[in-house]
């Protein structure tokens, strides 16, 4: 590609100067005369193309029978106040989480608050798992 034996050599007779012929007005003004027509041309035409698509459209479209009725679907059920909602919430998880109650008055279950919950398990420790213990072998094998 850059073969210095492929260059042309310069020949300090050959003068150096620029393009002696210019592109002609004439033919320019012709070439911005031409464009302009032509986008004078097609922007119309491309309009009523899409008008007549669009018709062939709405003729295509079945009417609907006044039988149906409105088919918009309802608006969105948002929150009115959202952030009286969410403060009623914490009040609610807060009285919760401090309380005592029934949970199961049948099977006698009730809910304590945390504090007293924390106090418990430190007194008493956490209760063994009663689920199927392991053999001491199936441990040794376990990865």
């Not at 008008?51 to 309802?74: H, I, K």
């Not at 213990?133 to 199936?138: G, I, L």
Request: glycine content about 4%; overall charge negative; hydrophobic content about 40%.
């Amino acid at each position: 590609m850059n073969d210095p034996a492929n260059q042309p050599s310069f020949d300090p007779q050959t003068p150096v100067g620029h393009e002696l012929s210019d592109a002609s007005p004439l033919s320019v003004g012709w070439f911005a005369l031409g464009l302009t027509l032509m986008i004078a041309l097609v922007l119309p035409l491309l309009s009523w193309v899409f008008w007549r698509f669009e018709a062939a459209a709405r003729r295509a479209d079945t009417l609907q029978s006044a039988v149906v009725g409105d088919q918009t679907p309802p608006p969105p059920l948002l929150q009115e106040h959202s952030t009286a909602d969410l403060a009623q919430l914490r009040r609610e998880e807060q009285r919760r989480l401090s309380s005592y109650g029934w949970i199961d008055p049948q099977q006698r279950i009730v809910h304590i608050p945390i504090e007293r919950a924390i106090e418990i398990l430190a007194e008493r420790g956490l209760p063994e798992p009663t689920g199927p213990s392991e053999s001491p072998a199936n441990k040794e094998n376990a990865p």
